[in-house]
């Protein structure tokens, strides 16, 4: 059992920059890929970010890379994802996730555990 709990939200200009972190509990945190997915209002939950469990493969999707970088610290049992140039776009709730599974999918439905969101909110 994996409990998420995020945090680092807020209101940022174009341009600005923010830092999420996600908070695992649980002894095996290191076991798991962890995620970050967002979804604006009406609209399906998409995949943001993902790194392995020991941090050496990283995936981003095409509409955030080279501006957003996912890392971990398995010390810590933390999770980040560091926003820069952000765009209104980019709005939306992000959640943070965690996959017990080898091979991690971009789909939203094959993640086992899930935060309750952090709204993250650019404005033009």
């Known amino acids: 059992q994996v409990q998420l709990v995020e945090s680092g939200g807020g209101l940022v200009q174009a341009g600005g920059s923010l830092r999420l972190s996600c908070a695992a509990s649980?002894?095996?945190?290191?076991?798991?890929?962890m995620g970050w997915f967002r979804q604006a209002p009406g609209t399906e939950r998409e995949f943001v970010a993902a790194?392995?469990?020991?941090?050496?493969?990283?995936d981003y999707a095409e509409s955030v890379q080279g501006r957003f970088t996912i890392s971990r610290d398995n010390a810590k049992n933390m999770v980040y994802l560091q926003m820069n140039s952000l765009k209104p776009e980019d709005t939306a709730v992000y959640y943070c996730?965690?996959?017990?599974?080898?091979?991690?999918?971009?789909?939203?439905?094959?993640?086992?555990?899930w935060g309750q969101g952090t709204q993250v909110t650019v404005s033009s």
């Open positions: 996730a965690a996959d017990s599974t080898i091979v991690v999918s971009r789909t939203p439905k094959t993640w086992d555990y």
């Open positions: 790194i392995s469990w020991s941090g050496g493969s990283r």
């Open positions: 649980g002894r095996t945190f290191r076991s798991y890929a």
